[in-house]
């Protein structure tokens, strides 16, 4: 093999290599990137959860006070 063969081998497979580890980053950082909305989306559905079992909550006890007290909303 000639020496213009063997630096032409070499450097078609080091541009074959860095474009496959390339893509395979790229492909990683994406994979991290859905991964993190799934649970961003998690945290934000159980988040509002809370808040609606906290305003059921104070809606019970509103209903609960006004059967007490007398309330005018003027």
Known sequence: MSRASKITLATTLT?????????HNGQRTEKAAMHA?????Y???Q??????ADFEMQKALE???RKVQTVSDG
Do not use: W
């Open 43 to 45: 945290e934000q559905q």
């Open 47 to 52: 988040l509002k959860k809370e808040r609606q």
């Open 15 to 23: 541009g074959a290599i860095g474009i496959i580890i390339f893509v």
């Open 37 to 41: 909305g799934v649970v961003r989306d």
């Open 63 to 65: 209903k609960e006070y």
